[in-house]
């Protein structure tokens, strides 16, 4: 098991953006070996810049995926793309950003992957 590391990455008391995302922080995904936390530094400015959407293609081998969780009503999905921009915070896949090194907060709204041949894969 590897040690947590923490980083500071925002100030405590920094005004959000509450209008523009769902998530209201950016934490470290579970399976990453550094921790991110908020802490007041004593530093501040008005307001953040508005988070921008990224959004990069990735080509998969299937396009039909599985699930055996029991939280989740159905055992199979098809998704045309990881991530959204709707920020329900109740979302069953926010988690899947972590297998990637993303946080399942702000990283699941911002940082989208999309498939552009999802319609040939289910083909």
């Known amino acids: 098991m ?3 590391t923490t980083l500071s990455f925002r100030p405590a008391k920094l005004p959000t953006r509450e209008k ?6 950016n934490d470290s995904g579970r399976y990453e070996s550094e921790k991110r936390e908020e802490v007041d530094d004593g530093w501040h400015e008005d307001m953040p810049e508005p988070v921008k959407t990224s959004v990069t293609l990735e080509t ?3 396009i039909v995926t599985f699930n055996k969780s029991p939280y989740v009503g159905f055992d199979r999905s098809i998704n045309p793309y990881r991530g959204c921009e709707h920020g329900c915070v109740y979302c069953f896949a926010r ?6 090194g993303l946080s399942p907060g702000l990283d699941f709204e911002t940082k989208l992957f999309a498939k552009p041949d999802a319609a040939k894969l289910l083909e």
């Not at 988690?95 to 990637?100: G, N, Q, R, V």
């Open 20 to 25: 523009d995302r769902g998530a209201r922080s």
């Open 60 to 62: 998969p081998r299937k």
């Open 95 to 100: 988690p899947t950003h972590a297998y990637m």
């Open 2 to 4: 590897t040690r947590a």
